[in-house]
């Protein structure tokens, strides 16, 4: 059994980034690489993920603009906000932080964000382009699984993935991104039935639906991959994932822990997709970070 290290590949990956960056700033002078992130209100879980991103950017050398916003903002309100960022030659990409305040539509605030700097690939044109299989700014945790599985030279191609969770953040990308490798995708959910039947079946098993140690050895495979994309907490309050990982950990070739597995790649991957971004915005090839 092989524990795959988010941490490792995330810090691999991000001075690879680090290294584009000041490689760019070299060739372009003043132009810079940007990064907005829109906060409205004062949710604590959003404060830490928003302290996240901007403590990423300063890492790898990255511009960051952090734009704070009253819980009662309007939505004109926020709407000028990404009118103005999309029109603004320094933000390379921007993300509006969720969950939004519940007065605010956030699927109509998401879609004003300009495709091409829509680098949480929440927009429904950067989804389209996902789903037609053509280049694309993808969802941050899906892309950040499967970089895992690359950095680790797990195949994919015609293995059976099975993918528990639907949600538009994580398990639709996630599945049409394994389904691009060639991977024969089953999607789960909440209605399935003979749910455990079928993750046996799997090959590569992703687990992203929010409830603590769900998935069960009985569950899994012999051999197969286990990637656990869950934050829960147990029944002590201490930070588990989706996957009963000491109870399944044994029968895997390969799995997330949780800490310390798909999480550190999702910050890396919004750098990633930004720097990305700001290529496609210069008309400058496209690279793998």
Same mark, same amino acid.
């Given at each position: !059994?092989?524990?795959?290290?988010? +941490? #490792?590949? @995330?810090?691999?990956?991000?001075?690879?980034? %680090?290294? *584009? $960056?000041? &490689? /760019?700033?070299?060739?372009?002078?003043?132009?810079?690489?940007?990064?907005?992130?829109?906060?409205?209100?004062?949710?604590?879980?959003?404060?830490?993920?928003?302290?996240?991103?901007?403590?990423?950017?300063?890492?790898?050398? !990255?511009?960051?603009?952090?734009? +704070? #916003?009253? @819980?009662?903002?309007?939505?004109?309100?926020? %709407?000028? *906000? $990404?009118? &103005? /960022?999309?029109?603004?030659?320094?933000?390379?990409?921007?993300?509006?932080?969720?969950?939004?305040?519940?007065?605010?539509?956030?699927?109509?605030?998401?879609?004003?964000?300009?495709?091409?700097?829509?680098?949480?690939?929440?927009?429904?044109?950067?989804?389209?382009? #996902?789903?037609?299989?053509?280049?694309?700014?993808?969802?941050?945790?899906?892309?950040?699984?499967?970089?895992?599985?690359?950095?680790?030279?797990?195949?994919?191609?015609?293995?059976?993935?099975?993918?528990?969770?639907?949600?538009?953040?994580?398990?639709?990308?996630?599945?049409?991104?394994?389904?691009?490798?060639?991977?024969?995708?089953?999607?789960?959910?909440?209605?399935?039935?003979?749910?455990?039947?079928?993750?046996?079946?799997?090959?590569?098993?992703?687990?992203?639906?929010?409830?603590?140690?769900?998935?069960?050895?009985?569950?899994?495979?012999?051999?197969?991959?286990?990637?656990?994309?869950?934050?829960?907490?147990?029944?002590?309050?201490?930070?588990?994932?989706?996957?009963?990982?000491?109870?399944?950990?044994?029968?895997?070739?390969?799995?997330?822990?949780?800490?310390?597995?798909?999480?550190?790649?999702?910050?890396?991957?919004?750098?990633?997709?930004?720097?990305?971004?700001?290529?496609?915005?210069?008309?400058?090839?496209?690279?793998?970070?």
């Amino acid at each position: !059994m092989q524990i795959i290290d988010g +941490k #490792l590949v @995330a810090a691999t990956l991000r001075a690879k980034i %680090a290294e *584009e $960056i000041k &490689a /760019l700033a070299a060739q372009n002078g003043s132009k810079k690489i940007g990064l907005a992130v829109i906060l409205v209100g004062e949710d604590p879980a959003s404060q830490v993920y928003v302290r996240n991103k901007i403590k990423a950017c300063e890492e790898v050398g !990255m511009y960051s603009r952090l734009v +704070k #916003l009253p @819980a009662d903002s309007t939505f004109e309100r926020v %709407a000028d *906000e $990404i009118a &103005a /960022l999309n029109a603004d030659p320094d933000i390379s990409g921007m993300i509006l932080q969720l969950p939004l305040p519940k007065h605010l539509s956030e699927e109509k605030l998401i879609d004003l964000i300009a495709s091409e700097k829509d680098v949480d690939g929440c927009t429904y044109g950067q989804k389209g382009r #996902l789903w037609t299989g053509r280049d694309s700014l993808v969802a941050c945790t899906p892309l950040g699984v499967m970089r895992l599985l690359e950095y680790y030279n797990i195949p994919l191609e015609g293995k059976h993935a099975v993918v528990i969770g639907r949600s538009n953040l994580v398990g639709k990308p996630l599945a049409q991104l394994l389904l691009n490798k060639n991977c024969t995708v089953t999607i789960c959910h909440s209605r399935t039935r003979d749910l455990a039947e079928i993750t046996r079946q799997a090959d590569i098993l992703c687990v992203a639906i929010g409830r603590a140690k769900f998935v069960t050895a009985d569950m899994v495979k012999q051999g197969a991959v286990v990637i656990d994309v869950g934050m829960d907490r147990d029944e002590n309050g201490k930070l588990c994932g989706d996957v009963d990982f000491a109870g399944v950990a044994d029968k895997c070739s390969y799995i997330t822990p949780v800490p310390g597995g798909v999480g550190p790649m999702t910050v890396t991957m919004l750098i990633s997709n930004t720097l990305d971004a700001y290529r496609a915005q210069n008309g400058i090839p496209r690279k793998d970070a």
